[in-house]
């Protein structure tokens, strides 16, 4: 395994601030981000339609492995080199039920949870840039 | 003329000296396995890892040991001769204890970290799509 893609839900502002964090971290996989909502992931990863309407995070591994929910959570730390320990005390049986317990409380309240924390999703973090950036410079206005 | 308080230096460094040598000794000798471990079998930077440690434990334990050398009492006979010596050596191998305690947590770590790099993933799969994806 070298390689894990991560399957976010981008208009979850928590989630993009998580997705930034990963890609921060020193790791020992490589990890790519893709939108849930993108096209390019039904493109990418053929069958995994089904499991996108289940509305939680998947991680997938170059060979094809699917892991969702806290094993998705689990997983994304499992690639980091400071947290691969913490992944491995997680996945434990005695703490796993409290990951998955976790996981579902913050995963269905996620968009209340980034509102209330104040995290825009990307897409919106755009929008404010464009209104607030000055409009471009025209090449024609230049003095001769 | 040399009094009780330079015999009980003299004695002092040579006996703090020689125990430094020792466990550095020590350390480098059995430490040199757990650093080939950690360092996935390559000698040359297990070697030059373990030297880097017995030089730093070496300028520690040394420069306490000369830091604390006029440190307590000034001895006027043989008993007060023998018990500032033990003093001072004691709290010497107090200091050599520490330090060998935090090499061995060092080189556990190291080791750990090692281990933990070739560990396969701690949780099983719930899907799989049934070919590799292409990381393009």
Redesign the interface.
Known sequence: ???L?VIYDSECGFCCRCRQWLAQQPA?L?L?FFQRNSPEVVC?????EK?LRLDELLV?????????GA?AW??CL?ALREY??W??K??HPSL?PFAWRAYELFSENRREFSRWMKLLPEEEIAKKIRQHSPPPVCSNERKP | MITHTVWTYIGYLVISVALTIWVARTLHKNGRIFLVDSFLGNEKLADSVNHLLVVGFYLINIGYVTLALKYGDRPSDLQQVLETLSTKIGFVLLVLGVMHFFNLYVFSKMR?RAL??G?P???????????????S
């Open positions: 395994m070298k390689t893609f020992y490589d790519r990418r990863f053929p069958g995994i499991l997938v591994s170059d060979e094809g492995a699917v892991y969702r094993h689990v997983m499992y691969r320990e992944a491995s997680l996945a796993l | 750990r933990l790099r560990q993933p701690p949780v099983i799969p719930q899907a799989h799509l049934g070919q590799p994806v292409v990381a």
